[in-house]
């Protein structure tokens, strides 16, 4: 069972351009949306992350927007970048699992100069 | 302040054999947490340990076990290793246990043969 579903699995942007990568998850204990970014041959970086308390937050060129009735949320990333080509993955997590994230499959994002 | 590192880097195993990686957390951090990432995938929990003793468990076999030390550094060993067990293998360390931020290292490139 897939707790987080993430898509699109690849996603090709021009420089400049936004990038947008969704997800939707199931379980309504989760209260902790993290985003992390991975690069090849590294382990994933936590990116930004968001509580359903509020509906959206952006650090420079990164938001995250929740919808809690919907059960979904989202990473927009403005005016892409090269650099910011890497595997973008979704995970959530709740205190009843000791905020131990389930991840999504991941999007590979890259950005043509 | 020194972050989560793992050792080795890479590692070449054959079907059956047994092998143990090792991960330092990051200073200050008690709770490690162990990740298998099979390529294109998502991290998928293992176990947690917080002051040398586990604290859950993800659906893996028994011969996935693994030990925290007093430092609160932590070694994963995988027995009668198998094919599908090749993947990058994810260290993340946390500040304490059900804390939501959690800081992963560069990861050991396992391939069973």
């Known amino acids: 069972q897939q707790q987080v579903k993430q898509s699109p699995q690849s996603l090709i942007v021009q420089k400049g351009g936004i990038s947008i990568i969704n997800c939707a998850y199931e379980n309504t204990a989760f209260d902790y949306f993290p985003w992390y970014q991975q690069f090849p041959g590294k382990g994933p970086a936590l990116l930004i992350a968001i509580r359903p308390d509020v509906s959206e937050k952006k650090e420079g060129r990164f938001t995250i927007s929740f919808n809690k009735s919907a059960k979904q949320f989202s990473l927009h990333i403005m005016d892409s970048q090269p650099g910011d080509s890497a595997t973008y993955f979704c995970a959530a997590s709740g205190p009843g699992g000791s905020y131990i994230p389930t991840f999504g499959r991941g999007t590979s994002l890259i950005v043509h100069p | 302040e020194t972050g989560v590192t793992q050792s080795p880097t890479h590692l070449i195993k054959t079907r059956g054999q047994q092998v143990t990686l090792r991960c330092s957390s990051q200073s200050g951090h008690n709770t490690v947490s162990w990740y298998q990432q099979a390529l294109g995938q998502g991290p998928q929990f293992i176990f947690q340990y917080y002051r040398e003793e586990e604290n859950g468990r993800g659906n893996f076999p028994p011969r996935f076990s693994g030990l925290q030390f007093p430092n609160y550094s932590s070694e994963l060993n995988v027995n009668a290793l198998e094919l599908d067990d090749s993947a990058l293998y994810l260290c993340?360390?946390?500040?304490?246990?059900?804390?939501?931020?959690?800081?992963f290292g560069p990861g050991t490139r396992l391939l069973v043969l």
């Open positions: 993340a360390s946390s500040l304490t246990s059900g804390k939501e931020t959690q800081y």
